[in-house]
């Protein structure tokens, strides 16, 4: 297993990999995850694209949410009604519409479904790439974000717990490190985070009570037709903030 950042990381590391895992914690991931949680099927769009979500929506019938970190999308999708289908324009969206694209798996990972998506990406026995997608600087470059990198160490410290010889890069182990060291304090590290800040400086604060919820459902999101729909079952019935 590896781990690479962004869309830059996709495009190289991609190449040889047969399952793509890509994790948005404080975004993307999180609000599938909720999305597939509550039984409502995303429609992933590349972001920029809002005229054309409104048409894709209108022709299948389905509602557009803003994207993440433009809104509280995971407490939005929590109150979708369950069968719904959503569209869902975003940078974590076009990660995997890249990795689709390729022929790849694609599993949407966050700290809600570790275990399980590690679970789902060993049992696929197939190359493995963590994607964590990370941010942008006004200026245009990635920026390493924390959050991404605890919520791939997560699912990487499953895979070993479960397969202790599971080989991973360094980069992976880099992160089990890093997830190991912040977990006793998980929720002030996402809080006090540059992205954790930002949410709560926009008031949507309870973003991080849903996406710092570790292991709370066995649902994995996985890529078919276009759409991500759930492989699983939440834990204890319908999704809750904790």
């Given at each position: 297993?590896?781990?690479?950042?962004?869309?830059?990381?996709?495009?190289?590391?991609?190449?040889?990999?047969?399952?793509?895992?890509?994790?948005?914690?404080?975004?993307?991931?999180?609000?599938?995850?909720?999305?597939?949680?509550?039984?409502?099927?995303?429609?992933?769009?590349?972001?920029?694209?809002?005229?054309?979500?409104?048409?894709?929506?209108e022709r299948s019938g389905a509602q557009?949410?803003?994207?993440?970190?433009?809104?509280?999308?995971?407490?939005?999708?929590?109150?979708?009604?369950?069968?719904?289908?959503?569209?869902?324009?975003?940078?974590?969206?076009?990660?995997?519409?890249?990795?689709?694209?390729?022929?790849?798996?694609?599993?949407?990972?966050?700290?809600?479904?570790?275990?399980?998506?590690?679970?789902?990406?060993?049992?696929?026995?197939?190359?493995?790439?963590?994607?964590?997608?990370?941010?942008?600087?006004?200026?245009?470059?990635?920026?390493?974000?924390?959050?991404?990198?605890?919520?791939?160490?997560?699912?990487?410290a499953a895979a070993l717990d479960l397969?202790?010889?599971?080989?991973?890069?360094?980069?992976?182990?880099?992160?089990?490190?890093?997830?190991?060291?912040?977990?006793?304090?998980?929720?002030?590290?996402?809080?006090?985070?540059?992205?954790?800040?930002?949410?709560?400086?926009?008031?949507?604060?309870?973003?991080?009570?849903?996406?710092?919820?570790?292991?709370?459902?066995?649902?994995?999101?996985?890529?078919?037709?276009?759409?991500?729909?759930?492989?699983?079952?939440?834990?204890?019935?319908?999704?809750?903030?904790?």
């Amino acid at each position: 297993m590896h781990l690479e950042w962004g869309s830059a990381g996709l495009a190289e590391a991609g190449r040889l990999a047969g399952t793509v895992v890509v994790v948005d914690v404080l975004g993307f991931s999180t609000a599938v995850t909720v999305a597939a949680e509550r039984g409502v099927d995303v429609r992933p769009l590349r972001p920029g694209h809002a005229a054309y979500a409104r048409r894709v929506a209108e022709r299948s019938g389905a509602q557009v949410v803003a994207p993440a970190g433009e809104a509280g999308a995971a407490a939005a999708l929590a109150a979708v009604p369950a069968g719904s289908e959503v569209v869902l324009a975003d940078g974590g969206g076009g990660l995997a519409l890249t990795a689709g694209a390729r022929g790849c798996t694609v599993l949407v990972g966050c700290l809600r479904n570790a275990r399980a998506v590690a679970a789902r990406a060993l049992a696929l026995e197939a190359p493995t790439l963590v994607v964590a997608a990370g941010d942008r600087w006004r200026a245009g470059g990635l920026r390493v974000a924390i959050e991404d990198q605890l919520g791939a160490g997560a699912i990487l410290a499953a895979a070993l717990d479960l397969a202790p010889a599971t080989p991973v890069s360094p980069e992976a182990g880099a992160a089990v490190a890093a997830w190991e060291a912040a977990r006793p304090h998980l929720d002030a590290a996402l809080r006090e985070s540059t992205s954790g800040q930002a949410l709560v400086v926009s008031g949507q604060a309870d973003e991080l009570t849903w996406a710092g919820a570790p292991d709370v459902t066995d649902v994995v999101p996985v890529l078919a037709d276009g759409r991500f729909a759930a492989a699983g079952r939440p834990r204890g019935g319908m999704p809750s903030p904790r």
